[in-house]
């Protein structure tokens, strides 16, 4: 078994971002810009934006987080994104999710210039995405392919099992196995028989949410397994989907959580930004 260490592969990648940032200033005398919309005062949401805010001050990238209360109204959230759209200052626009229950999430999204959406949650990103064009890939499940990527592993011809169909991680998931020639199977909470599929797994993807989902007795001998979960228990330590101690001896090569996929995530948001950058506001 080999641990697919997030952690240093993400800080690699930073570096190299920033000396391409350094680069992108030298030409055009300023630097790559992020601006996030964070809506309400979630604990976990006002965490990861802090995180990623960290993060863009160390690839020396201009920031600006726009803090909204609870009650907002749509037509605010609209309106300051269609200013961002414009500020030629502003290479990256980021709504962190979830949005408050009275604000439409679909709507809001398609606010978002495609040229700036560096979360890749766009209609127009996710159909270039699924027709294999380039265009803004969703920061998590780019991630995964880059970290399988930097351990030569290779998707194609493998049965690759996704546990999770959600927007941001599942289906992104699904769409880059398949333009990498991976065997593609979708599973979520309707799924029947959940142990039948993930047995079968070449490789298994797993964002769920729910701690120890995938047990031993679900794995089989010389998986590739990436737990993309992030929860938290209740002694307050960080976890993933997977029961890391019983099923990494089975595997090839194993996540950890947390120092696996979660770091990835956010090297991607900064490489994302970094090309909406380069783009010069062009859609891809
Ligand atoms: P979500 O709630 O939107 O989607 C969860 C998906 O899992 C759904 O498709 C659901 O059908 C499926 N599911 C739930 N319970 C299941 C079960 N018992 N069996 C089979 N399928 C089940 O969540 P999400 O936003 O996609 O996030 C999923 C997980 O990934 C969460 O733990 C989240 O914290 C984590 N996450 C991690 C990163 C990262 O950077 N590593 C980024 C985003 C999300």
Redesign the pocket.
Known sequence: MQLLDGKTLAKKIEEKVSFEAKEFKKTTGRVPGLAVILVGHDPASQAYVGMKKKACDRAGFYSVTHEMPDDISQEAIIKTIEMMNLNPNIDGILIQ?PLPAHIDTTKILEVVAPSKDVDGFHPFNVGRLATGLDGFVP??PL?VMELLSEYSIDPKGKNAVI????????KPMAALLLNANATVTI?????KD?RAHTLGADMLFV????IN?IGEDMVSEGCVVVD????RTEDGRLV??VNFDTVAPKTSYITPVPG???P???AMLLSNTLKAAQNHGEEV
Do not use: E, K, R, Y
């Open positions: 999710l920061c998590t991630g546990v999770g169909a959600s927007n941001i991680v599942g599973t979520h909470i309707h799924t959940l964002g769920a949410g729910v989902l993309i979960g992030i929860n993933g989907d696996g996929v979660g990835m995530t956010i």
